[in-house]
């Protein structure tokens, strides 16, 4: 039907015609020719190709509105009758009889040709043309109003210059008449199919009738090369179909409908071969199509267009939602199909648009093409794995005696079209072979799926890609290839908590789980079962199954699981109680908020480990030197005290590798701005983009796994066991004796249940100052001075961190010459001596001071550099102090002479 061409009839000398109608065939459609519709439609340029048929009686048309393809378009008589008396004698009523059928008919669309031979002017001595030639005669009997009707043709058998210039002109009118003809024709064929569009509501009207006539004018347009208009033909009856059976499904049901919902025998899945597709158009014609026949025979035309359109990969675009609508369908007008048909018309329907593409694509178009054609092939996989499981083809199933029978029922209603071609197997055969065994179906549902989910990897589209991983772990758990299982559920998994797919990854973490333990392995299986039950998007019995799965796995442990516990607890906030600073041998108590995301109560130990970091200027053994340096309170050292931890933090490389990403001072951008004036342009370049950007700038998609949970050195750590956390938030105090003064910053939290280790890191900086000042001394002043007289001096002793126990006794010992006294009834003299006292002093509390005033006498005649040595119980070597006596006296005295000593 495709090879339709114009129909042109030829009358008169048929020898004339014979010797040039090779010529006239060929040379028609070589030159374009513009075709102009009615309607004011936009015109279109065809080449044109016809067919030539002798002219009869029966093939003018007995009914012009009802068909266009089979009726002739336009009517040639041909003559080359040259002298007068023959003319008159038969030519002319050859003539006459040809032209009066055609009127009777009502036809107007005609030509006569007269063609002038050099052979018809010979004998003739003048120039001049007599007024009774033939193309007079014709001209004025038959072209007397329509002078264009008749054309003479110039010696169309010789080569000269002339004889071509009127050959092209014919050939010129030729095809304008012929266009004029055909769109007459097609103007009133038009106007009849819309007025049986019109009538699509009167009782009687057949939708079967009324696409034979809109499918004409599809074949008409294809027949002038305009494969779009054709296209739109079949669109808009598909619409019109689609329209019908939505109002079925509403209980508008038509009648001519009933014939199309027939029970299915037959799903042979599309076919696109030419030959085989037009088989189906003779059932539609007498309305004994089925719904798929149907819809095979209309969406192969669309696709046998799109083709010539040179667009492939539109066909595969198409496909899909036309294979849905089909199935949609079925299901609206409830046609009975026996289970398993559906799913098998839709696999061949898949392969076969799948090899009419592949056939009709090249590289360049490869993108485009897989971005449709990869759906088909998921939707394949997919059909083919429903098949797979009605059959008892899956690989934990065995095959039933009533699932053999339903095998040999779908294959037998597949078997009407032909499959393959060139040695190569169709889809038919594919599916007979997937469906002869469990290893061959094995063989092709694991090709389809690879090749699918390959293509969505090319294309980017990689959560369609992980959908069809985690389908295939399913089926390699029923192999009990739990590897390949593990790999594509860990693929899967890794996208979703990227992405933030909590649900999905819940489930996935589920299959992961069965396939753990499968494996019979428990370590894996224990981080599993943490997830699921710590999840609060799946509902309370699968988290309360799982929770005891953990607890009983846990007990099963030979050796200690860790686990990062971000997603089972989390540190809402931490509170160091601690009322004046934190004293070297107090003991440290930090309140831990603990947010338990376990459905169930459940009893651990928990600790956080500290690192401590040295003030500055202290020694390794934690001494400090003997300057007095001002302590911090706690509520000042979790804020005031943050430089020094971050300080802390990059102490040594070792430490900072240790610790988690968030708590690594990451350097600062170093940016320079040059700006040139003489362009207007500026420029930021960054100087350090090696040690700003990191792996995970620019990679965003990377995760920490669970295995990359480490724990730190937990010597030094805030604990408390046996504590019980309840689901929901928990207040837990760690407590801690620190050993060491400085800064102790906490870096990560252990809740250890069972043989189970939960890790997190500590986030937020906190940290805490531990101090132990000395008790000290102090005499003011110790210069100016006087010796011989009594001076007023002042002993100050500061009680440190610890404060000074009542009782406590000091001694004094003075250098020779030197008297001391103690006025002041703060403490108690004990003994005193010229050169010594020894006072018991009162309790005083820490950070407090005493002062005892004392009286100094240094003799006259002593030396002017005294010392005071103070002993004290804390100090195991005396205090020293040093002081400089000056005389109140000062003689001078000078000798004068005069002469000779």
């Known amino acids: 039907m495709s090879n339709h061409k114009p129909i042109v009839t030829y009358c008169g000398d048929e020898a004339l015609f014979s010797a040039l109608s090779a010529g006239l065939t060929c040379a028609l459609p070589k030159e374009e020719v513009e075709w102009r519709r009615s309607y004011g439609r936009v015109p279109k340029t065809v080449n044109l190709d016809v067919i030539f048929i002798k002219f009869s009686v029966e093939c003018l048309p007995k009914h012009p509105n009802l068909s266009v393809l089979d009726q002739p378009v336009f009517h040639i008589f041909w003559t080359d009758c040259s002298d007068i008396d023959i003319y008159r004698a038969t030519t002319k009523d050859e003539i006459s009889n040809w032209h009066t059928t055609l009127r009777n008919n009502g036809i107007i669309d005609w030509l006569i040709v007269v063609v002038l031979n050099s052979d018809s002017k010979r004998g003739k001595k003048s120039n001049i043309l007599p007024r009774t030639s033939v193309v007079d005669k014709v001209k004025g009997d038959f072209c007397s109003k329509q002078n264009d009707r008749c054309f003479v043709l110039h010696e169309p058998f010789r080569s000269d210059v002339k004889s071509a210039e009127s050959w092209q002109t014919f050939l010129q009118r030729l095809r304008h008449l012929i266009l004029q003809g055909l769109n007459r024709n097609l103007s009133h064929f038009e106007e009849n199919m819309r007025s049986q569009r019109e009538k699509r509501t009167e009782p009687g009207w057949s939708f079967c009738n009324y696409f034979m006539l809109q499918e004409e004018l599809a ?80 969406f192969a035309c669309q696709v046998a267009l799109i083709l010539k359109l040179q667009r492939p990969w539109e066909v595969a675009q198409r496909s899909l939602p036309f294979m849905h609508n089909c199935v949609n369908e079925l299901c609206l007008l409830e046609i009975a199909m026996p289970r398993g048909s559906v799913s098998c018309w839709v696999f061949l329907s898949c392969l076969e648009v799948l090899d009419t593409c592949e056939n009709y694509s090249n590289l360049v178009e490869f993108e485009t093409y897989s971005l449709h054609t990869v759906s088909l092939w998921n939707y394949a996989r997919i059909k083919l794995h429903e098949l797979g499981e009605l059959c008892g083809l899956m690989p934990d199933t065995e095959s039933t005696s009533d699932q053999l029978h ?40 694991l090709e389809l799926s690879e090749l699918a989910m390959g293509t969505f990897k090319h294309l980017g589209r990689l959560r369609n890609a992980r959908l069809i991983g985690i389908e295939l772990a399913a089926f390699f758990m029923k192999l009990g290839e739990l590897y390949m299982a593990e790999n594509y559920l860990l693929e899967a998994l890794k996208m979703y908590k990227n992405e933030g797919w909590d649900l999905l990854a819940t489930t996935t973490y589920i299959s992961l789980a069965e396939c753990h333990k499968k494996q019979k392995n428990t370590f894996k299986y224990v981080k599993a079962c943490t997830h ?107 804020m005031g005290s943050m430089g020094s931890f971050m300080d802390s933090l990059s102490l040594s490389n070792s430490r900072s ?133 009594v001076q007023n001096v002042e002993l100050r002793i500061d009680s440190g961190s610890h404060g000074l126990v009542e009782g406590l006794v000091i001694k004094m010992v003075v250098s020779t010459g030197l008297s001391v006294q103690m006025k002041t009834s703060a403490a108690t003299m004990l003994a005193e001596t010229e050169d010594s006292l020894r006072v018991q002093l009162p309790a005083v509390s820490p950070g407090g001071s005493i002062v005892l005033p004392l009286d100094i006498v240094a003799a006259l005649d002593s030396h002017r550099k005294h010392k005071i040595m103070l002993f004290c119980a804390w100090s195991s070597a005396p205090y020293e102090f040093l002081l400089s006596l000056r005389s109140p006296f000062t003689i001078s005295h000078s000798l004068h002479t005069a002469g000779q000593q």
Request: with cysteine; net charge negative; aromatic share 6%.
């Open 657 to 789: 590798k240790m610790l988690p990403g968030n708590l690594i001072r990451k350097p600062k951008l170093r940016i320079q701005e040059t700006i040139d004036e003489a362009t207007g342009t500026a420029y930021v370049v960054c100087r350090n983009a090696s040690a700003v950007l990191e792996r995970m700038d620019s990679h965003p998609s990377l995760i920490q796994k669970d295995t990359d949970a480490t724990k730190e050195d937990f010597v030094c750590c805030l604990q408390a066991a046996a504590i019980v956390l309840h689901p929901g938030s928990n207040l837990v105090p760690l407590k801690v004796k620190p050993e060491a003064k400085g800064n102790y910053a906490l870096k990560q939290v252990c809740i250890e249940i069972s043989s189970m280790e939960f890790l997190q890191w500590v986030t937020v900086p906190k940290c805490f100052d531990v101090i132990c000042d000395e008790p000290s001394v102090s005499l003011t002043p110790d210069a100016g001075l006087l010796a011989g007289i």
């Open 532 to 638: 699921v039950t710590s999840s609060c998007v799946i509902d309370g019995d699968t988290r309360n199954h799982y929770f005891d799965e953990l607890i009983s796995a846990a007990q099963l442990l030979d050796k200690t699981v860790r686990i990062r516990a971000e997603h089972i607890f989390a540190l809402s906030k931490m509170d160091v109680t601690a009322a004046n600073g934190i004293i070297l041998g107090d003991e440290v108590t930090v309140d831990f908020c603990i947010i338990s995301r376990l459905p169930s109560d459940v009893m651990c130990n928990i600790a956080c480990s500290l690192l401590h970091t040295a003030f500055e200027g202290q020694s390794d053994d934690g001494e400090r030197p003997s300057s007095r340096t001002t302590s911090r309170s706690a509520s000042q050292s979790s």
């Open 406 to 445: 339903m095998v040999v029922d779908l294959l037998a209603g597949m078997g009407q079209t032909q499959s393959g071609n060139s040695g190569k197997p169709g889809p038919m055969d594919k599916l007979r072979e997937a469906l002869s065994s469990k290893e061959s179906f094995k063989k092709h549902y």
């Open 219 to 298: 074949m008409v347009f294809e027949m002038m090369g305009q494969f779009e208009d054709a296209l739109v033909q079949y669109d808009e009856l598909d619409a019109l179909f689609t329209q019908y059976v939505v109002n079925c499904s509403a209980g508008d049901m038509a009648d001519w409908m009933v014939s199309f919902m027939r029970p299915c025998v037959c799903w042979d899945g599309l076919t696109l071969s030419p030959d085989l597709r037009y088989a189906k158009r003779e059932n539609i014609q007498q309305a004994q199509s089925h719904l798929l026949d149907f819809r095979n025979y209309l």
